[in-house]
């Protein structure tokens, strides 16, 4: 996330200050070490920002310490970028704080803020110095969010680190409770208040103003001693003759007081002056280029410098005197008197502005004074402009706000638009909006919007960027209706349009190719066709990386494991989803992505047979929070929480996680692999409620047709387990139609490659023959389904049969021939612990995967060296090696390869 660097400078004290000693020594205090916050809390202009810059320039200000500061913003009240510049602070000081916090909002994305603080609470606990945070001007924070942010941070703040804030109103803090307990010490209005001495000093010996002191004293009664109306009033005393007069007439509450002596500065100010500064009040933050291309002066920086020298409110925001800006309050009325004067005149100011910003590539302020300016098509060019980049770093909110804000009429009379207008209608849901918007796409393509010329030389690489959106819009047309057609579950409908995609996109028109084979891909598994699923969307992710979509080419990677494991080949879902995790580490991609890659990766060692590891990963998964998953993903790691439990005799807290994953499930784009209903039909099952199965089996509908189809296996294949689970209890009929079933969902899915359903198929077939009585073909049929499954990393598949499966694994290795077999079987059996997190299934308690880690432990490889071979992040593998330490009884990676020596492990 973008931090503006100029608002984490600390100000430095202007020269000719008035000296405060009562208010630096109150900071100096022994109880202010003491306490968490620095409150400094007082109306506009009351010297609150200039007491702490003072303060932290004075010698004994922070002994042995450092000083962060952020001048806060509206925009801080989107709490990440309120974090964003308050780790960048941080940093300046110094420390080492927040890199983790940092990666995470970098990559995309909602990160999680409790994650986000924890993280951050955690680095500063190692930082040894005293450290000082300073929020300033934190008034302009009304986001419940990051006050809830604030409060964390108070409540964990290491004892070295204080922070201190400026407002002109409380914030909705504990303040009663910090305030009892010593935790906060204060500075209200009435502690700034300038005393007659200080007001003297400010007067006459700063403004050299040789005021009486009795006119010193009238003016401090009536101003109550606030700094910013001493300073207005001296601003207007000077030159004049009159000062008795004017004190004498110096009244009112401090609203109308500031509007008189406002009054009363801009009209004493020469003429160009003051027009400078109105004209100029439209702006932000402002140098002296963009200062003389709003007003069309050439001596901007003079002009700032003076009006910094003179005390007009003018604040630097850098050390180097190159960026500005206006006192707030000061802005505020300068531009409601630009208003008042000038009704039609800040358009022309506004558009210079958007122009000068644009054409330095600053397009966010450019769309913004463009907006303000009223100039619609403009901001839609600037808006066109500035799609590709939003889309490349997947600022998809950026995206939806800068377009939702142009005329309706503007965005339909674009086709860029409109198709980013269909692409955000899809993206929430809204299938029967996306049409509308697609329609009027093709209706404007014949005559695209070209943007200005004068916009074509300076922003060069965004125009062709433009350009080559444009010219992909009618393949991402339909893309998009591709994309419908595969919710919608209309398989012929996605490959039509998927297919019209394909040749309607340029061979370097990555994108859209990538996503036109990923929806072919999908419907080739919607139609159960595997293998071919496989290859064409292991195209469609090299297309997407071709087109730099890194993030889109991993996320796609959870859906192709879901395909590899379909194929039989969990190993191979285990190798692809490992690599894409280690990648992930060195991208900045979305949370989502990386929360959706841990989740499918547990599920995918569960099934190994490997608990703790997969618990690893799903804590790792939570602790990014409930946006680190795509919304059509998140009931699955409720379904792989299921599994876990499930796997560990929890069949209690399978079922409850199950419930959870219904309460949470949105129909994607992706064929359901696993429904729902059918894996709480399977718990109830191994929960012994045989009624509830049996009630799910005639709720269902299942068809059961020759040949099966392949969007009901899943069903089928549960149904299976619901009739041998009544027959085994005494309340079935015969065997023989579940054997049929059986046998022709085998057939189908060998024909078409499914080898994962040929496996489980054939497991079931031989429960069947052994509760029939037929214990040799069972063994039999049971010894072929571990031929293709173990080798690839089946374990839960078989075991979660329970008692009847383990039973006849035990029968297959005292009387089997095949010492292949055999040896598969007790594979299956040594890794049976349940209730045992580690799985394990070889010496020591190690599994397989843990074995693989302690071999590379031996070598001369480091830990990154070693993640990268396995591809595994650094801190899977940190976490596979707690596992062997404790395993082997040891603390240290050589006593871990000497232990395993030993004992013949390596």
Known sequence: MAVLATKLHV??????????????????????????????????????????SQWFASRDATPRGSVAWVSVDGDDNDVRRFLAHVIAALRTTGADVGGDARAAMEAGGAAPVPFLLTSLVNDLDTVADPLVLVLDDYHEITAPEVHESLRFLLEHLPGRMRIAMTTRSDPPLPLARMRSTGAMVELRAADLRFTPDEAESLLNGVMGLGVSREHVDALGGRTEGWAAGLQLAALS???????????????????????????????????????????????????????????????????????????????????????????????????????????????????????????????????????????????????ELALPGLRAHRRDDDIRRHVRALPDELVRARPLLAVFMAWSRLAEGDLDGVEAWL????????????????????????????????????????????????????????????????????????????????????????????????????????????????????????????????????????????????EAEGHPVPLST???????????????????????????????????????????????????????????????????????????????????????????????????????????????????????????????????AAYRAGAGSALNGVADMLDGIAAAAGAAGRTGSVIEARLLRALVLAAAGDDRAARETLAGALTAAVP?????????????????????????????????????????????????????????????????LATDLTGPQIAGRLYVSVNTLRTHSRHIFAKLGVNTRRAAVRRAAERGLL
């Open 594 to 724: 990386t929360g959706d890659l841990h989740v499918a990766l547990a599920d995918v060692l569960r099934e190994h047979g490997e608990l703790t590891a997969a618990v690893a990963h799903m804590d790792a998964a939570r602790d990014l929070g409930d946006a680190a998953s795509l919304p059509e993903n998140r009931h699955r790691l409720h379904l792989a929480d299921a599994g876990i439990l499930r796997a560990r005799g929890d069949l209690g807290g399978a079922l409850a996680a199950v419930d959870r994953a219904e309460a949470a499930y949105q129909p994607g784009f992706f064929p359901d692999r696993r429904p729902v209903p059918a894996v709480r039909a399977r718990l109830r099952i191994a929960a012994g409620d045989l009624a509830a199965a049996e009630a799910w089996a005639r709720t269902a509908d299942i068809e059961v047709t020759d040949p099966p189809a392949h969007p009901a296996e899943f069903a089928q294949l549960t149904l299976a387990r619901v009739r041998l």
């Open 439 to 582: 329609a009027e796409t093709e209706r404007r393509l014949a005559h695209p919007e070209d943007v200005d010329a004068d916009l074509r030389t300076p922003l060069e690489a965004e125009c062709a960027a433009r350009d080559r959106e444009i010219r992909q819009v009618p393949a991402m047309v339909a893309v998009y209706r591709a994309c419908v057609a595969q919710a919608r579950g209309d398989v012929p409908g996605t490959v039509a349009h998927a297919r019209r995609a394909l040749g309607l996109a340029g061979p370097d028109d990555h994108f859209p190719r990538g996503a036109a084979a990923g929806f072919l891909g999908l419907a080739a598994w919607a139609s159960g066709d595997l293998p071919s699923a496989v290859d064409v969307f292991g195209e469609a992710v090299a297309s997407l990386r071709a087109a730099g979509g890194i993030a889109d080419a991993l996320g796609a990677t959870v859906v192709l494991a879901d395909m590899w494991s379909g194929l039989g080949r969990p190993d191979e879902s285990r190798r692809i989803l490992e690599r894409a995790l280690h």
């Open 237 to 383: 005393i000077r030159g004049r003759a009159d000062v008795g007069r004017f004190v004498d007439e110096f009244a009112g509450s401090h609203r109308f007081v500031l509007d008189y002596l406002i009054e009363e500065v801009l009209d004493r100010q020469p003429a160009d002056v003051r027009e400078f500064l109105l004209r100029t009040s439209v702006l932000g933050a402002m140098n002296a280029s963009l200062c003389e291309a709003v007003t069309g002066r050439d001596d901007a920086r003079e002009v700032l410098r003076a009006l910094e020298r003179d005390n007009v409110f003018v604040v630097a925001l850098d050390d180097r005197r190159e960026w500005w800006r206006y006192h707030h309050l000061f802005a505020d009325t300068l531009r409601s008197r630009l208003r008042d004067a000038d009704p039609g005149g800040t358009a022309d100011l506004h558009r210079a502005a958007a122009r000068w910003h644009a054409v330095r590539g600053a397009l966010p302020e450019a769309i913004a004074h463009s907006a303000a300016a009223g100039d619609g098509e403009r901001t839609a060019d600037l808006v």
């Open 11 to 52: 100000p430095k004290p202007r020269p000719g200050l008035v000296a405060r000693p009562r208010l630096r020594d109150r900071l100096d205090a022994p109880d202010v070490e003491a306490a968490r916050l620095i409150l400094v809390s007082a109306p506009a202009g009351s010297g609150k920002t200039t007491l702490l």
């Open 792 to 856: 690839a990393g089946h374990r839960r598949l078989f075991l979660d049969e329970g008692a009847p499966m383990e039973e006849l694994l035990r029968r297959l290795v005292s009387a089997h021939h095949d010492e292949a077999a055999v040896a598969r079987a007790r594979r299956l059996l040594a890794a049976e612990t349940p209730g045992d997190a580690s799985s394990s299934t070889s010496g020591e308690g190690l599994s397989e995967r843990e074995l693989e880690v302690l071999r590379a």
